[in-house]
Nanobody, 115 residues
Framework: QVRLVESGGGLVQPGGSLRLSCTASGYIFGITNMGWYRQAPGKQRELVARVISGGSTNYADSVKGRFTISRDNTKNTVYLQMNSLKPEDTAVYLC?????????WGQGTQVTVSS
C-alpha cells in the first residue's frame, strides 16, 4: 500500500508563488517516477511536471520557466515550486508516483490563482 500526503495548496494572487509537497509512505521501495498532475473543472487531467528515477525532469510547456520540480529521495518527497502563477494555473494538483509500473495518486490539493 502506498500513501501519498500532499500539502501547500491555497489561494494566491496572480504573479505569486506556492510550493507543493508530497510525501510517500508505505511499501514504496522501487518508486520510479514522482510528479504532479493537475485537473481544472471541465478539463482533462494533465501532466505538470515529473522527476524520473535517474533525475531527469519533464515539464508541461505551459509551466516551463515558472515551475520547478525537485525530489528528496531521503524523505520520499517531491516538491513543486510554482512561481509567476497565472489564473489559468487554477486547478486541483495531484501527486503521482509510479511503482512497479502502477500509478498511485494523492487526494489532490486545490490551487487557486485569483485577484
Amino acid at each position: 500500500q502506498v500513501r501519498l500526503v500532499e500539502s501547500g495548496g491555497g489561494l494566491v494572487q496572480p504573479g505569486g508563488s506556492l510550493r507543493l509537497s508530497c510525501t510517500a509512505s508505505g511499501y514504496i521501495f522501487g518508486i520510479t517516477n514522482m510528479g504532479w498532475y493537475r485537473q481544472a473543472p471541465g478539463k482533462q487531467r494533465e501532466l505538470v511536471a515529473r522527476v524520473i528515477s535517474g533525475g531527469s525532469t519533464n515539464y508541461a510547456d505551459s509551466v516551463k520557466g515558472r515551475f520547478t520540480i525537485s525530489r528528496d529521495n531521503t524523505k520520499n518527497t517531491v516538491y513543486l515550486q510554482m512561481n509567476s502563477l497565472k489564473p489559468e494555473d487554477t486547478a486541483v494538483y495531484l501527486c503521482n508516483v509510479v511503482l512497479n509500473q502502477l500509478n498511485y495518486w494523492g487526494q489532490g490539493t486545490q490551487v487557486t490563482v485569483s485577484s
